[in-house]
């Protein structure tokens, strides 16, 4: 009996020596740092930091591995007035860690800065959730970084992107709202530079590019998080500023499917290469059925120097001048498909120059107006 109880409180105390440890509270609005708090921490060791009010400081978490920084009651991270560091830098930087969770706050950043949230030197197994950015640049993943964005809300003031992934970095995003105040800035929502991000469920508003991947780098819109409440990514075009919906160059690839594009009001009136996607430099887009393209203000999907697109039970209907629109040296397949690729109510539903092709005719539904001269039924010429 006695060797039973010995047996049970040495479990015990077992358990309790090896359970979490308690949150570090950090309370700024009653004079502490929550940069000063992380920065006295063991770097290897779990820890947990809770604060609350605003803390109007830089923060850094430089090398960490398993820390969580959580906010409540409207927790805030504010840039200072009175300092301003060498540019670039970020108000919440972190660097070379790993397993890291940030959640349940704001950080607010002013037009000196470079971005209010950067994360960088190959930090992985890093997770945003339920944070709001407002201010410049937004949230920028450099130097080969893996991140995840969980419901993060990005409103940019300054700068270009609201969300950047560079220099092959991997970025998964799930949800959220990216978008701008009225004004006469050019701004993007996401831009991906030589990294790679896959993305479901996010609302991207008065952007004058909704999507901009450039320098080899890719997009993928596939629902990944089946637990999600959302799976489609929507451009949106209210206030009229809109360029391009989607803009994929310089060797770049976007890839749609089992998440849907639904871009809507893109582009401008005058059109030219502005519209809901312009696929161009070497670049390729893979639509399948999973490209939604309304009322386009410009062209519905343009394809331009040696690019090439893929469609297969899309639909491109109500644009102001072009549906499909290839030239100089690309082509577009549109694939058999059930139902068929829409592609009508366009100012000129498929159009092609003397130097472009588009192939899979046959399965385009109602498409009247037609200025291509090398439309081929079939996806391939008559093969021997």
């Known amino acids: 009996m006695l060797r039973s109880i010995a047996l049970a409180t040495l479990v015990l105390s077992s358990i309790v020596a090896f359970a979490a440890p308690a949150p570090i509270l950090v309370n700024c609005d009653a004079g502490q740092s929550l940069n000063r708090t992380i920065a006295a921490l063991?770097?290897?060791?779990?820890?947990t930091v809770q604060f609350t009010g605003t803390c109007t400081e830089y923060v850094l978490i430089d090398g960490f591995d398993n820390l969580t920084i959580t906010g409540t009651n409207g927790a805030t991270i504010q840039q200072p007035?009175?300092?301003?560091?060498?540019?670039?830098?970020?108000?919440?930087?972190?660097?070379?860690?790993?397993?890291?969770?940030?959640?349940?706050?704001?950080?607010?950043?002013?037009?000196?800065?470079?971005?209010?949230?950067?994360?960088?030197?190959?930090?992985?197994?890093v997770l945003i959730q339920n944070v709001a950015v407002d201010g410049s640049w937004g949230i920028v993943i450099y130097e080969e970084s893996q991140v995840w964005l969980v419901?993060?809300?990005?409103?940019?003031?300054?700068?270009?992107a609201a969300i950047s992934a560079f220099d092959k970095s991997d970025v998964h995003i799930v949800g959220g709202l990216l978008h701008r105040p009225a004004g006469s800035a050019f701004n993007a929502g996401l831009f991906v530079s030589s990294g790679h991000v896959?993305?479901?469920?996010?609302?991207?508003?008065?952007?004058?590019?909704?999507?901009?991947?450039?320098?080899?780098?890719?997009?993928?819109?596939?629902?990944?998080?089946?637990?999600?409440?959302?799976?489609?990514?929507?451009i949106e075009n209210p206030a009229g500023t809109n360029f391009n919906g989607a803009i994929v160059s310089d060797g770049s690839s976007?890839?749609?499917?089992?998440?849907?594009?639904?871009?809507?009001?893109?582009?401008?009136?005058?059109?030219?290469?502005?519209?809901?996607?312009?696929?161009?430099?070497?670049?390729?887009?893979?639509?399948?059925?999973?490209?939604?393209?309304?009322?386009?203000?410009?062209?519905?999907?343009?394809?331009?120097?040696?690019?090439?697109?893929?469609?297969?039970?899309?639909s491109i209907t109500g644009s102001a001048h072009g549906g499909l629109v290839v030239v100089n040296l690309s082509t577009a397949a549109v694939d058999s498909s059930s139902p068929l690729t829409?592609?009508?109510?366009?100012?000129?539903?498929?159009?092609?120059?003397?130097?472009?092709?588009?192939?899979?005719?046959?399965?385009?539904?109602?498409?009247?107006?037609?200025?291509?001269n090398n439309v081929l039924p079939g996806l391939y010429e008559s093969l021997p």
Not at 42 to 47: D, Y
Not at 106 to 124: E, M, N, R, W, Y
Not at 198 to 212: A, E, K, L, Y
Not at 344 to 358: M, T, V
């Open 42 to 47: 063991n770097k290897f060791t779990p820890a």
């Open 81 to 125: 007035t009175s300092t301003t560091p060498t540019s670039p830098f970020y108000v919440l930087s972190l660097i070379a860690s790993q397993s890291i969770t940030l959640s349940g706050f704001t950080v607010q950043s002013l037009p000196s800065a470079f971005s209010a949230i950067g994360v960088g030197k190959g930090s992985s197994d």
């Open 151 to 160: 419901g993060v809300n990005v409103n940019i003031t300054s700068g270009y």
């Open 198 to 234: 896959t993305v479901q469920g996010m609302t991207i508003r008065n952007m004058q590019q909704g999507i901009d991947i450039a320098a080899s780098g890719s997009v993928d819109l596939v629902n990944f998080d089946p637990t999600a409440k959302a799976v489609d990514v929507t």
């Open 254 to 314: 976007l890839n749609l499917s089992s998440a849907r594009l639904l871009i809507s009001n893109a582009g401008q009136s005058y059109g030219s290469n502005t519209g809901a996607v312009y696929v161009t430099n070497s670049s390729d887009m893979n639509a399948g059925a999973s490209l939604i393209v309304t009322n386009s203000h410009g062209q519905g999907v343009v394809v331009s120097d040696n690019s090439h697109a893929e469609l297969a039970g899309s």
């Open 342 to 372: 829409t592609i009508s109510g366009n100012g000129a539903d498929l159009f092609c120059d003397s130097k472009s092709q588009i192939a899979g005719g046959s399965n385009i539904a109602n498409a009247t107006v037609v200025q291509c």
